[in-house]
């Protein structure tokens, strides 16, 4: 299903966490209609998904019951840009260190391992300023940008074909307690994006203009693909975004 009027759609999984957050950031990006995501219905009618911070576990639960992991894992397939922060890198991780006891459903996809509380409890919840890399420059000259850590997981190793986007300088006692100086926190791998901190909790709105050009390009390229096939297909039908399925922003944000 494609919309008429050049806009992109991109879904945040509504289930737990800070989605109203990065639905209010990208609402700030013009040419994006954002919505909730809870369905499959919703999620299919999606160019982009965003799988925020949260509780990791209650996340996995509550998708598991709503049917929403195979729904998921179907979209993963179809090759449409997903970015997980927080919570999210979680789950789109092959392998998770730390898990609870009988583990999590992981999406997966993205060729990560990750130390699930590599950071710490709740309590140990920081901010910092990070240095941004070329990517997030594109869309705003600040050398750096802030990072809100809760609770958050970290990468132990990449593939072969996952990028690092930010990585954080370990203290001296975080060095000690895991036996290295750094760590990567953010990553991307083709389509999949992700990240160890929450820049949905920050006024910077450059990661989410990140995300929005890779499914731009990616919707480019399935509409290329489309034109290319339209003569193979004449009961080809375009929808205007209005008549999709999905609910918009309709209440205040907390």
Same mark, same amino acid.
């Given at each position: ?58 996340? +996995? ?17 179809? !090759? ?7 919570? !999210? ?8 260190? !730390? ?54 997981? !970290? ?38 994006? +992700? ?25 480019? +390229? ?33």
């Amino acid at each position: 299903m494609a919309p008429v009027d050049g806009s992109i759609r991109i879904g945040v999984l509504a289930l737990q966490g800070s989605f109203r957050e990065h639905m209010a950031l990208l609402s700030r990006i013009p040419g994006v209609c954002v919505i909730e995501v809870r369905s499959k219905d919703e999620l299919h009618s999606c160019s982009g998904l965003i799988i925020p911070g949260g509780e990791s576990t209650t996340m +996995a639960l509550v998708a598991e019951r709503w049917g929403l992991i195979p729904e998921l894992q179907k979209f993963h397939k179809t !090759g449409r840009p997903i970015w997980g922060t927080c919570a !999210g890198m979680i789950f789109l991780a092959e392998r998770a260190e !730390g898990q609870k006891k009988g583990g999590q459903a992981l999406l997966g996809g993205l060729d990560i391992t990750v130390s699930r509380n590599f950071f710490g409890a709740q309590i140990n919840s920081f901010e910092t300023y990070l240095p941004a890399n070329e990517e997030i420059q594109k869309f705003g000259q600040a050398d750096t940008f802030r990072a809100v850590f809760i609770r958050a997981p !970290g990468v132990l190793e990449l593939g072969p074909n996952v990028e690092s986007l930010a990585e954080y300088t370990l203290t001296r006692e975080e060095a000690e307690a895991h036996g290295r100086d750094r760590v990567v926190v953010a990553v991307r791998s083709g389509v999949l994006l +992700a990240t160890a901190f929450h820049p949905e909790l920050t006024a910077d709105k450059r990661w989410h203009q990140l995300f929005v050009d890779m499914v731009r390009r990616h919707s480019a +390229a399935e509409d290329a693909q489309i034109d290319g096939d339209a003569a193979k297909d004449t009961d080809l039908k375009v929808i205007p975004v209005a008549q999709l399925p999905g609910r918009a922003i309709t209440r205040p944000l907390d």
